[in-house]
């Protein structure tokens, strides 16, 4: 099928073609011929049918699936003989049922979608201009709850003049062509993009032939109605002038082609798993690509788990086999996955760009993952700016190609122990990469054993070797002085120490040493600098550290002692846990004397305000706190006096700190801002009378009470919806018991209740 001959696979609305008008003149100007133009361009024209319960399949961008939908909608006549029934969604889109209930009232629908808009449902009227309420979900499209622009075309379409008017008073005195338009094509287009992403390529075609139709007679129309297109912010440092009413629409033309590629194919692509040939089979995984699919990895992140996918891992499973027919795949492949990254607003983020950059995945992108999984290295991944020409593009493709079949050539041949062990032995090689994965736990014992065998150098020679290579730049850079004193070369070596101590812990104590001794001069005050590599540094040093004290070094944790008492922490935040791992893991080592009092109980140290300040709530402070006393509660900290004073002092703090939330039906909870991983995490238990607490408030001291109650055995009761009085009763007890000198106290984690 073709876009010239293509016939739609849904009915058509028994009065899709029949006249229609507003008898009211109470309208906005052009409101008439914008809701027609809607109409004869693909909108769905409910008038004539049942208005019915149904359920629906609508899609979802972010987990590339389809989610059956309750909601009402008008149910098309069905044909004779027909299996399936269709019915118009409320955005004026055709969808198959699942199934069909009892009889709705549109009018009535219609009338609480529009009062949804305005006092007293909401503080203020809403106003339907460009881009309000538009942009949303496929399920939110369908909905009777919240009006949008699409919803409002088809009210005017079918409602008597009164609600049509009413309807009316939520667009501006201006004429709403371009809001309508830009409504109705949101829709249509995440549904075209849900449906490609699934896999229903028959919608995603059909769905994206009507865009292009629409979008061009749209375009013709508003210039025509002298709208203005508007410029919005510019992307990627880019000058230009925006040219389309519908920037959305980027990916449109994209998505088209290679549904039109996908509708010509003649026979189905072969399934691997039947296909005992193994060249063959490759051939057939590469064809596969094509509907690889993805999530994203985050919420605000348009990166993507591609290994994850089952037709990758096959290709990275057939070996270096597969890299030939990659590589032709990778250079010269135009085709397009199912993968789309949909960014959420936030994290920097805005709805402009958000929705402007919806781009379709190539199934190059495809190939070189499985590429990248089959050679172990990214170091040939493409780099692009976002700026490139299609040609400039397609050259980056071929030099990261080109990159890859040199490094297929110099290693093919060789086992991956080898092919390691080379890497390693090579002054210019990517050694950590090689080290990382030569000490992976899941390699297999025949390739352990390999390597083991090697000598002259031997594994751990070479690691030996390139740390302390590395070692030695840095140390260079670091006497030199000035802006180089950059960390990355030693953070690089502490990293190789560390593969060192998983493949040969016997002879990594002198390399743990060597760059234990750097890192103190490089982060001492004299040296240290803000730079990342700098406070990436300060989480490698305590676990040099912990390994040399595990492996008997006496001096380990003395010198430890010493940098912790010579340094600002604030210069450190966010590394402030890991930094007093070794506290933990040691804690009644002598190199701590003077280090707890310092810590928590010497009010002149820079550490002991830093932590206080860590301890309470900071107006000014853009986020929760970095770091959190309360999870040291649980360790064996809670024996040191001076940390039992440090929790003292926190007993004496009455500021506000937050409240109890949720219902006794579904468990309540603590919204509060000390917590740093569990602002909504910690659970509460619900009073045994049944007594409601949701918006209970509770002070600073409140709630370091009621965790050091729950983490510490033998402690007093205390609870947080307590009376005020019956609180600070129960932490008297705990401040007393703090201040007792009776055997140590037995910690445990966070008790969930």
């Excluded at 199934?363 to 999984?373: I, N, P, T």
């Excluded at 953070?491 to 016997?506: G, T």
């Excluded at 579904?666 to 949701?694: A, F």
Aim: glycine letters at 6%; aromatic letters at 10%; one cysteine or more.
């Amino acid at each position: 099928m073709s876009a010239q001959n293509w016939v739609s696979p849904f009915p058509t609305p028994p009065m899709q073609s029949a006249p229609w008008s507003l008898s009211s003149t109470n309208l906005p100007p052009g409101l008439q011929s914008a809701v027609n133009i809607l109409f004869q361009t693909g909108m769905a024209d409910p008038r004539g049918c049942d208005y019915r319960e149904i359920e629906v399949v609508a899609g979802n961008s972010w987990t590339a699936s389809g989610t059956t939908n309750k909601t009402h909608g008008w149910l098309l006549p069905a044909a004779n003989g027909a299996r399936t029934n269709y019915a118009i969604g409320w955005n004026g889109l055709i969808y198959p049922t699942v199934s069909v209930g009892n009889p709705a009232n549109a009018e009535d629908d219609a009338r609480a979608l529009i009062r949804a808009m305005s006092p007293p449902a909401i503080p203020n009227k809403v106003i339907f201009d460009v881009g309000v309420q538009t942009y949303i979900d496929e399920d939110y499209s369908l909905s009777v709850r919240w009006l949008t622009p699409a919803k409002a075309a088809m009210i005017f379409r079918f409602a008597p003049p009164g609600l049509a008017e009413e309807c009316a008073q939520l667009f501006p005195n201006k004429d709403p062509f371009l809001t309508l338009s830009t409504g109705f094509l949101w829709t249509a287009f995440d549904r075209a993009i849900c449906a490609h992403m699934r896999g229903d390529d028959d919608l995603a075609y059909f769905t994206a032939l009507t865009l292009t139709q629409a979008q061009k007679i749209y375009e013709t129309e508003a210039k025509a109605r002298g709208i203005p297109i508007q410029q919005g912010s510019r992307q990627n440092g880019s000058t230009q002038n925006i040219e389309s009413y519908f920037q959305f629409l980027n990916s449109l033309p994209a998505l088209l082609q290679d549904q039109e590629r996908r509708h010509q194919r003649n026979t189905p692509l072969r399934d691997p798993a039947t296909i005992t040939n193994k060249t063959e089979r490759i051939v057939a995984l590469i064809d596969q690509l094509e509907n690889v699919s993805a999530q994203p990895a985050g919420r605000f992140s348009r990166d993507y788990n591609l290994l994850g996918n089952p037709t990758i891992q096959a290709l990275i499973n057939e070996g270096w086999d597969a890299i030939e027919p990659l590589l032709q795949c990778y250079e010269h492949d135009d085709r397009l996955t199912r993968i789309i990254p949909v960014i959420h607003v936030g994290g920097g983020i805005g709805p402009e760009y958000a929705r402007n950059n919806r781009r379709i995945i190539e199934v190059r992108s495809a190939a070189y993952a499985a590429l990248e999984g089959i050679i172990e290295t990214p170091q040939f991944a493409p780099q692009f700016s976002g700026k490139e020409t299609p040609e400039e593009k397609d050259a980056i493709y071929k030099a990261s190609a080109l990159a890859i079949r040199g490094y297929w050539e110099r290693y093919r041949g060789m086992s991956r122990a080898e092919r390691l062990y080379q890497k390693l032995k090579d002054d210019h090689g990517q050694w950590l990469e090689a080290a990382t994965l030569i000490v992976q736990s899941t390699n297999q014992a025949i390739f352990v054993e390999s390597l083991r065998s090697k000598s002259n150098p031997s594994v751990s020679d070479l690691l030996i070797r390139r740390a302390e290579s590395l070692a030695a730049r840095s140390k260079r850079k670091t006497e030199s002085g000035g802006t180089v004193d950059d960390a990355s070369e030693l953070n690089e070596a502490c990293d190789l120490a560390f593969c060192l101590a998983k493949w040969d812990p016997k002879s990594a104590l002198k390399t743990m040493q060597l760059l234990s001794d750097l890192s103190f001069q490089k982060l001492s005050p004299a040296h240290y600098s803000s730079l990342s590599s700098h406070f990436a540094l300060a989480g490698q040093l305590p676990e040099l550290i912990k390994f040399r004290a595990n492996a008997g070094d006496a001096k380990s944790l003395r010198e430890y002692a010493a940098w912790l008492q010579s340094i600002d922490p604030g210069l450190f935040s966010g590394q402030i846990d890991g930094m007093l791992e070794p506290l933990k893991q040691f804690p009644d080592a002598p190199a701590w004397k003077g280090v707890w009092a310092l810590l928590f109980d010497d009010e002149q140290s820079a550490w002991f305000n830093y932590l206080r300040q860590q301890s309470k709530l900071d107006s000014t402070r853009m986020s929760s706190p970095l770091f959190n006393v309360d999870e040291y509660f649980g360790t064996p900290f809670i024996n040191k006096i001076p940390f039992r004073k440090f929790i003292v002092r926190l007993l004496h703090d009455k500021s506000a700190c937050g409240k109890i939330v949720g219902e006794a039906a579904h468990g309540y909870w603590l919204d509060q801002q000390l917590s740093i991983m569990r602002r909504y995490g910690y659970t509460v238990e619900s009073p045994n009378d049944g007594s409601e607490i949701n918006g209970k408030e509770f002070r600073i001291c409140d709630f370091y009470a009621w965790l050091i109650s729950n983490r510490v055995e033998g402690a007093p009761a205390f609870q947080l919806y307590w009376s005020e009085s019956k609180r600070d009763e129960a932490i008297s007890a705990i401040e007393k018991m703090l201040k007792s000198n009776s055997s140590p106290f037995k910690p445990h984690p966070f008790q969930e209740r």
